[in-house]
Nanobody, 121 residues
Framework: QLQLVESGGGLVQPGGSLRLSCAAP????????IGWFRQAPGKEREGVSC????????NYADSVKGRFTISRDNAKSTVYLQMNSLKPKDTGVYYC??????????????WGQGTQVTVSS
């Protein structure tokens, strides 16, 4: 079964940057739409961004537009989420998903275990 592994999370100051990575060791991701979701303590899960299987189209939540960039390298079977100008509200566990649709509203498919992002002064 396909397993997704997220990496790159950590503790950063407001205004800082992080780059998250999503990969599936032993599998290729070129046939999947890849999404990023996050969940803050005590809050509902929210969609952050998604990218089509070819990388030709992307979608972002309004809260991160202009600050986050999703990309993929199918040759390396890896998807990235570059996060700039981070705010405390960006704090949460970030999850990578692989599905057959690019949706920010809880698509089915595979989910990783998540990586913690903490933005604090």
């Amino acid at each position: 079964q396909l397993q997704l592994v997220e990496s790159g999370g950590g503790l950063v100051q407001p205004g800082g940057s992080l780059r998250l990575s999503c990969a599936a060791p032993g599998f290729t991701l070129d046939g999947y739409e890849i999404g990023w979701f996050r969940q803050a303590p005590g809050k509902e899960r929210e969609g952050v961004s998604c990218i089509s299987s070819s990388g030709g189209s992307t979608n972002y939540a309004d809260s991160v537009k202009g600050r986050f960039t999703i990309s993929r390298d199918n040759a390396k079977s890896t998807v990235y989420l570059q996060m700039n100008s981070l705010k405390p509200k960006d704090t949460g566990v970030y999850y990578c998903t692989a599905s057959l649709e690019c949706s920010l509203y809880g698509p089915g498919g595979y989910w990783g275990q998540g990586t913690q992002v903490t933005v604090s002064s």
